[in-house]
């Protein structure tokens, strides 16, 4: 009799690790096929600036997300992971004019680790909507903050990013040393567009092989004075197929602990 009930227990055994077996293998086709599609987020830009004028603090411009009208608006910025290629698409209105005479464009900063330094840039300062597409240089270089950058040319705007409760001088690129290319495109979404320009940064496959990049964080401003400017943790989203995957296994372990 107890032997029959060890033989129904090991039957049932059999029976459970089979079906998760080829649960398993079904939902690793799956999450295979959805690896495989691009994955895209989008990133909105809650980021706020506090603004200064003549080494100061500027009471007008405290906690502000953009100065001077929607001329430096930053709307969105659409990060896609392709196996592993990267792609950016930023929204905005700057320049404008489509001239980069004026205050320039600004650079991408980028924290692959996240520890909070930057470790590669996208120079854009020198691109506007008339010279598409344009390779641009992907840069390890020295930081400065966007105060410092314009005290020393004599122009007095600029701003901090605050995040939290914690403010962060917004770092302009200067000495640099180029570690790879990025085909940047701007494309003209129209005058009736909310945000009239997208940016689109193709890293390409070079920098995602290992998966270095399947969560960083980025920091753009509109304009080098740091009018507008987003601050945003970019990640992957771990597939619900691998979700359910994990949970399948943890069940399958569940059942053995339970059978024995
Ligand atoms: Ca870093
Ligand atoms: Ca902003």
């Given at each position: ?5 060890e ?10 690790i ?10 690793w ?5 959805a ?5 895209s987020?989008t ?8 603004g ?5 603090p ?10 001077g009208g ?5 709307e969105?910025?659409v ?15 700057w320049?404008a004019?489509?001239?980069?005479s004026?205050t320039?464009?600004a650079?991408?900063?980028?924290d692959?680790?996240q ?11 020198s ?38 409760a914690q ?8 000495g640099?040393?180029d570690v ?25 496959n070079?920098?995602?092989t ?7 964080n ?5 304009a ?17 197929s691998?979700?359910?995957l994990?949970?399948?296994l ?11």
């Amino acid at each position: 009799m107890g032997r029959g009930i060890e033989n129904e227990k090991e039957n049932h055994m059999r029976i459970i690790i089979r079906m998760m077996l080829v649960l398993i293998a079904v939902i690793w086709a799956m999450s295979s096929v959805a690896q495989a599609s691009p994955i895209s987020i989008t990133y909105w830009d809650t980021t706020k600036v506090d603004g200064w004028r003549n080494n100061a603090p500027d009471p007008n411009y405290q906690n502000v997300d953009v100065i001077g009208g929607d001329a430096f608006k930053l709307e969105k910025t659409v990060v896609t992971w392709d196996g592993s290629r990267v792609k950016m698409d930023i929204y905005t209105n700057w320049p404008a004019r489509g001239q980069t005479s004026q205050t320039g464009v600004a650079d991408l900063a980028l924290d692959i680790d996240q520890n909070g330094s930057w470790d590669y840039a996208v120079r854009l300062g020198s691109v506007s909507r008339f010279n598409t597409p344009t390779v641009v240089d992907l840069l390890s270089g020295t930081w400065r903050n966007s105060h410092f950058y314009f005290g020393s040319t004599g122009l007095v705007y600029g701003g901090q990013y605050i995040d939290g409760a914690q403010k962060f001088d917004i770092p302009v690129l200067v000495g640099s040393t180029d570690v790879g290319n990025v085909i940047a495109t701007w494309s003209w979404l129209g005058s009736s567009s909310s945000s009239r320009f997208k940016v689109t940064l193709d890293f390409g496959n070079n920098f995602n092989t290992n998966h270095d990049w399947d969560s960083f964080n980025f920091l753009w401003g509109t304009a080098r004075c740091g009018n507008d400017t987003q601050f945003a943790s970019a990640a992957v989203p771990i597939p619900g197929s691998v979700l359910l995957l994990g949970s399948g296994l943890l069940g399958l372990l569940g059942f053995k602990r339970k059978l024995k």
